[in-house]
């Protein structure tokens, strides 16, 4: 199993480097680059953006801009060498003049600490939002699946299909209104997310989608399994009932359910741009849009690299949970 | 120990519902009953607290959080927005956008405007209390031209002497010299006497010359926005090139100190009792940045904003609420945006019919701007016929053209040939390329219907991702056909929508505007000192402008806010950038006695 899981993490460097080079040459495709901005106002002029190319090394040839960002190279304008990828650089942002991607995403303002960073908050309210997803979403799945076709079981589906089918936004500003507008358990601006009543709306917001797509699963995978011959053998064997759910039909249908909850996390801990937009949440989803939209090269790669990273190392996280799931499955030495 | 367990989460659960309640609206004084016993007799009394008196707090949104916070790199309205608040210059503004002392007590031209020389308010300082003297601004001013800055704004101070030089200085080249090109520039501080300052700490280094390569009567208006803002340059050096990014770097001379920053989450200013301008505020200032038009509306109607930009989509709320239409305050704002004509004498490969004057005045006259501004803009613009907006230096009532869908016809008809019938044109295939976004395709397509129903043509509408149509509008070689585009003011001075927008050589380049008549009066106009008469020039300079019809003028842009009845004194200007009084904060305050 060590050998299996060093291999996977060797394969991650081919990986990257091809999302790398797909994302470069995707991003590079699109027309205009990170000095235009709004036409209705003054623009860089060209001695300045001759500047800033030159410094950003913009100005080399495409083959030789990839390389610098993956392996390094000396700056024009610096005389400095500046490893790439390989020394964990991400890159300098063009937007945000003289920060670094990874300054940008895993520093912390002054006086905080790491998750008080952008990726420090996404990742706390991902794994939060993951955790209810799981902790509500499993319990109800069971429960619609042993009370089928019950009005407990149409309850928890209408649950579940509007989790699936209502927009994060929609559901965002409903909270908004009832719990802030309304009751006045919270504060629509937040000023300090180390209270932890603020974190309660991003989350549910968050992880509903999750959470509705894990019940759904956890049923159907539920009605697949208790049909099955062993689930009639233990309870033959006259195996309590609770030991017979939880034992041998959970363990098997949560099979499907964790193969979803990896990638998942990846898309949860990366943080969501609408989230961050109504709750003024600091975390790295906006980073990411925002990226786009203003061609800061250095961000969308390192965005998409962390991403990519994540599901990589879900996916793998996924494959160790297996073996303990079902014996049955072996990871190949 | 399973109890143990249960009992335990059950109090973590207690834990973190109670937390969540804890929260909400805020505390009310309460009455308390209390029975005592006066010389044996039991009495009832009742006894209100003295309420606590208000602290005054000013809570903006001003929506997105900016990207840079440098004076010298700098560029948005909203990252300005946060500059002037910590920052000064040697001039400022007023309420009524007229160019008033700022760090600077004086200003004066030499004979022929190529020399401006700002003498210092005595006894300057900053924030902290340490020396504000003239080399802090001479370093402002060179780090702006300084090409290792690359400052979006850098070219606005090309006037002076040395500086298009140094910034187009190649400073990878073998023997760049940057202390060279530094002691040629055109930047001196000194005493008044004209001797050489010693350093920052030097309290008698109260003079600032600057010297031009042309006249530039306009610069003390230039000299006063953010890119002369006098950031320290130890502040710089010892926070390296993320410095601005902590609040404890920025010490500044504005009206505000920058007391915290939590990115993305908040921003607390608190007055500067050190502050030389007009007056210190009496408020804290609080920035937050919620983008979602609908959250801050919310926000607002909770009483958790004083101020918010207000929405289109929030508007039948709005008007439908008499608190909130009284709140609702609209002037006009910096911007004039128009349909812009491509002039090249093809496109596409085809004749090009915007070169025809008579095809210009057509579109033109069929432009509904009074219907645009109420139906797709729900009053929240202005319609205009002109070029420089209302509240600027140089607006003029005075314009050839207005909405009139006969005389667009006629002068269709009017047109040469082969531009002169909607069939003709539409045989050409009139294309119109736009920002693509849902609110822009509704924009367009009323655009295309007007133009159908008043000339019969028919306009092919070609949306385009937003960057990449910044990047099309940066090339004359795919300058669109057809556009809706228009320009915002850096400062208050017609220079800035004249010269540096329709000039030859500058922005008109783009789309092939060019005429020798005009750019003669505004050559003449921005080396002209006698305010009058460069007043009298820039005037018939525009009348040039609107002769020629460069484009279908459009519309002016409209600040538009909601503010709490309990914020008083704020002066507009369409300089402001996120609330109103933007511009003059120390004229706002807060009636803390009208807070719920």
């Given amino acids: ?333 | 120990m399973r109890k143990l367990n249960v009992l335990l989460s059950l109090f973590v659960l207690a834990s973190l519902v109670l937390t969540a309640c804890g929260g909400g609206a805020p505390a009310e004084p309460q009455t308390v009953v209390q029975t005592v016993i006066v010389e044996g007799t039991p009495q009832v009394v009742t006894a209100v607290p003295p309420t606590e008196e208000k602290e005054a707090v000013l809570r903006v949104n001003t929506g997105t959080y900016p990207d840079v916070i440098d004076p010298q790199k700098s560029s948005f309205v909203n990252e300005i927005a946060h500059l002037n608040k910590v920052y000064m210059g040697l001039t400022t503004l007023n309420g009524k956008l007229e160019t008033v002392p700022g760090a600077a007590e004086s200003w004066t031209f030499n004979d022929d405007a190529t020399q401006l020389t700002f003498t210092l308010k005595p006894d300057s300082v900053y924030s902290d209390g340490s020396v504000l003297n003239a080399k802090r601004f001479e370093y402002a001013f060179q780090r702006n031209i300084d090409p290792a800055t690359a400052g979006e704004y850098a070219s606005i101070t090309d006037e002076i002497v040395g500086a298009p030089e140094w910034r187009g200085a190649d400073t990878a080249a073998e023997g760049y010299d940057a202390e060279a090109f530094k002691a040629a520039l055109g930047v001196k501080a000194s005493h008044a006497d004209g001797s050489a300052c010693a350093d920052y700490e030097d309290t008698a280094c109260n003079t600032l010359t600057l010297n031009f390569s042309k006249p530039a009567p306009y610069f003390a208006t230039i000299a006063g926005i953010w890119v002369g803002y006098p950031a320290k340059e130890e502040n710089i050096a010892e926070g390296g090139d993320i410095w601005w990014t902590s609040s404890k770097y920025q010490i500044g001379n504005g009206p505000f100190i920058w007391k915290s920053v939590d990115p993305f989450v908040k921003s607390v200013f608190v007055p500067n009792p050190n502050y030389a301008g007009e007056a210190i505020p009496t408020y804290r200032l609080e920035f937050s940045y919620i983008t979602d038009s609908a959250v801050a509306f919310e926000a607002y109607r909770n009483n958790e904003f004083d101020v918010i930009g207000s929405a289109a989509e929030d508007l039948p709320v709005i008007d439908a609420d008499a608190d909130l239409a009284a709140q609702h305050v609209k002037y006009a704002g910096s911007c004039t945006i128009k349909i812009q004509y491509s002039f090249f004498p093809t496109w596409g490969g085809k004749p090009n019919p915007f070169s025809d004057k008579k095809v210009r005045e057509a579109f033109a006259l069929a432009f509904d701007a009074e219907a645009w501004t109420h139906d797709v803009d729900g009053d929240l613009s202005l319609p205009t016929w002109t070029w420089i907006p209302p509240g600027y230096p140089g607006y003029d009532t005075n314009t050839p053209l207005h909405f009139d869908p006969e005389a667009a016809k006629a002068a269709l008809a009017a047109a040469s040939e082969p531009f002169n019938s909607a069939e003709k044109l539409n045989a050409l295939g009139l294309k119109m390329a736009f920002a693509d976004s849902a609110r822009n395709r509704q924009r367009h397509e009323w655009i295309a219907a007007q133009y159908k129903e008043i000339l019969g043509v028919d306009l092919a509408l070609d949306p385009v991702e937003p960057t990449t149509y910044t990047a099309i509008q940066k090339d004359p070689d795919t300058y669109p056909l057809l556009s809706r585009g228009g320009w915002c003011a850096d400062y208050a001075d017609p220079q800035n929508w004249l010269s540096v927008y329709w000039r030859t050589g500058t922005f008109a380049d783009r789309w092939g505007y060019s005429n020798p008549e005009f750019d003669a009066l505004v050559d003449e106009a921005d080396t002209t000192i006698d305010p009058a008469k460069r007043a009298e020039l820039y005037s018939q300079a525009q009348q040039v402008l609107l002769n020629d019809i460069p484009g279908a003028f459009g519309y002016n842009s409209l600040n538009h806010y909601l503010v709490k009845p309990w914020v008083k004194g704020y002066q507009t200007t369409p300089q402001d950038g996120t609330y109103p009084g933007d511009v003059t904060p120390w004229t706002i305050t807060i009636d803390t006695s009208m807070l719920p």
């Avoid at chain 1, 002029?45 to 090394?57: M, N």
């Avoid at chain 1, 629509?188 to 968050?206: C, H, S």
């Avoid at chain 1, 998942?264 to 741009?273: D, Q």
């Avoid at chain 1, 250095?298 to 494959?319: K, P, R």
């Fill in chain 1, 1 to 333: 199993m060590v050998t299996y899981l060093i291999r996977r993490l060797f394969w991650l460097i081919p990986v990257l480097i091809t999302v790398s080079a797909v994302t470069f040459i995707v991003m590079r495709s699109a027309p205009g680059g990170p000095w235009d901005t709004d036409p209705e106002r003054r623009q860089v002029d060209a001695a300045t953006e001759k500047s800033l190319s030159a410094y950003y090394g913009l100005d080399k040839p495409m083959w030789r801009q990839f390389y610098a960002y993956i392996i390094g190279d000396t700056n024009s304008q610096t005389k400095e060498y500046v490893c790439g990828l390989i020394c964990g650089n991400l890159g300098p942002s063009y937007r945000q003049r003289g920060r670094t991607v990874q300054d940008i995403l895993f520093s912390p303002p002054e006086d905080k600490t790491f998750w008080q960073s952008r990726f420090g908050y996404s990742l706390r309210l991902g794994g939060m939002a993951l955790l209810m997803a799981i902790m509500v979403g499993i319990p109800i799945g069971i429960i619609a699946a042993l009370k089928q076709n019950t009005i407990v079981d149409y309850v928890a589906l209408f649950f579940a299909t509007s989790g699936i089918s209502v927009p994060s936004f929609v559901l965002a500003i409903f909270l908004i209104f009832i719990f802030a507008s309304r009751l006045h358990l919270v504060d629509i601006v937040v000023d300090d997310w180390t209270q932890i009543k603020y974190w309660f709306m991003p989350m549910a917001v968050l992880g509903f989608g999750t959470l509705a797509y894990t019940a759904r699963l956890t049923r159907s995978a539920m009605l697949e399994v208790m049909r099955q011959d062993y689930v009639r053998t233990a309870r033959a064997k006259g195996l309590a009932e609770r030991a017979v759910v939880f034992i041998h039909m959970l363990k098997n249908a949560l099979i499907p359910v964790i193969t979803i909850l990896g990638p998942a996390l990846a898309g949860l801990v990366t943080g969501s741009f609408i989230i961050e937009t109504m709750f003024s949440f600091p975390g790295m989803g906006r980073a990411y849009v925002q990226s786009i939209f203003q061609r800061d090269y250095s961000m969308i790669m390192g965005t998409t690299l962390i991403y990519a990273l994540l599901v990589a190392v879900a996916n793998l996280s996924v494959d160790i949970i297996y073996v303990f799931l079902d014996p049955r499955i072996r990871l190949e030495d």
